[in-house]
């Protein structure tokens, strides 16, 4: 196994990480980040957007977009409601933050999200030129910031976005399993 990357786009583990050594991107690391306080304050927010978008009947992902400590956007996912299949909280919230910084290059902010992001959300992020990636749980069948791809440290891109990975993951894992527990029909 080769040894963990030293790049400023490394993935810190908060929480308890049930995949040790699965990738080689994780560093494992104690809970000493300076954001940590921070990162689970405005995960709670995300959290919040989650819990909406699932009462609206869609799957429960939350996101926000935080510059310095300023609050740019927030948004729930909204695909089935306005028949978009882009219209993920990720998506969602850069294109408000967007608009309220009045730039689509969003350095230096943080996007908080309750799932790891697709293909297509850090796709978004990436081209945004977002900071730091923050997510409550990991998606092992289609996260793209370490758990299937890894686009957030990808060396043959022109951006790289710190990963915290791991920041209320409990709580965040929880509302995704309640609701496709709601969901699905026990076969008689």
């Not at 043959?156 to 209320?168: C, D, E, F, K, S």
Request: net charge positive; proline share 7%; aromatic share 4%.
């Amino acid at each position: 196994m080769r040894p963990p990357r030293t790049s400023p786009s490394r993935t810190i583990r908060v929480g308890g990480d049930r995949r040790p050594d699965r990738h080689p991107s994780f560093v494992h690391e104690p809970p000493t980040d300076p954001h940590l306080d921070a990162d689970r304050r405005w995960m709670e927010e995300a959290i919040r957007e989650a819990a909406a978008a699932g009462a609206r009947g869609e799957v429960p992902i939350g996101a926000v977009v935080v510059l310095g400590d300023r609050l740019l956007a927030r948004a729930g996912n909204a695909s089935v409601a306005v028949h978009d299949p882009t219209a993920h909280a990720e998506v969602r919230a850069l294109r408000a933050a967007a608009h309220a910084a009045r730039n689509y290059r969003l350095l230096e902010t943080t996007l908080y999200v309750t799932l790891e992001p697709c293909v297509m959300c850090m796709g978004a992020a990436l081209h945004a030129r977002v900071a730091r990636l923050v997510y409550g749980c990991a998606d092992p069948k289609g996260g793209a910031a370490g758990s299937l791809f890894d686009l957030a440290s990808d060396q043959r891109l022109n951006h790289r976005i710190a990963v915290t990975a791991g920041v209320a993951e409990d709580g965040c894992r929880a509302l995704l399993r309640e609701f496709f527990r709601t969901r699905r029909v026990p076969s008689t």
